[in-house]
């Protein structure tokens, strides 16, 4: 019995191709327009007071002397009183929350900020605490 060797070869090959996932084939990254793949990130919320805001970013006052100065971007969206509006309703030293991540440079960048009386947007719900926090 002789196996032929001209098939064995493409076959082997083909096995090796499908067993490798493509670049950025993952569940969790998606392909850009601009052929970019990006991978989300953690979004992490903090309350405070709005201490100052411009066209590019904000500065947030937290709880005693701190403060985080967040980096807006044409996909920052503002919210008050729970509906969507433009940065420039929002008051200074109003009470604000601030979802942000962190970026690859090390900068925090404001995915969404919220004023008034629902500091979440909307069709989303505010966070519960789970009684896990303080949790070791």
């Known amino acids: 019995m002789q196996i032929k060797l001209p098939i064995v070869g493409p076959a082997v090959l083909m096995v090796v191709l499908c067993a490798a996932p493509a670049l950025g084939q993952s569940p969790a990254a998606r392909r850009?327009?601009?052929g970019k793949t990006e991978v989300p990130v953690a979004i992490a919320k903090?309350?405070?007071?709005?201490?100052a805001l411009d066209k590019k970013q904000l500065l947030?006052?937290?709880?005693?002397?701190?403060?985080?100065?967040?980096?807006i971007n044409r996909k920052t969206r503002f919210f008050l009183d729970g509906k969507q509006t433009s940065?420039?309703?929002?008051s200074v030293d109003a009470a604000v929350t601030v979802e942000g991540m962190k970026e690859m440079n090390?900068?925090?960048?404001?995915v969404t900020?919220?004023?008034?009386?629902?500091?979440?947007?909307p069709g989303l719900p505010p966070a519960q605490p789970s009684g896990a926090e303080n949790r070791l």
């Open 32 to 34: 850009t327009r601009s």
């Open 46 to 51: 903090f309350e405070g007071t709005l201490a």
């Open 60 to 71: 947030l006052k937290l709880e005693g002397e701190q403060s985080l100065t967040f980096r």
């Open 87 to 90: 940065a420039s309703r929002l």
């Open 106 to 110: 090390g900068e925090l960048l404001a």
């Open 113 to 121: 900020v919220s004023a008034g009386k629902h500091q979440h947007p």
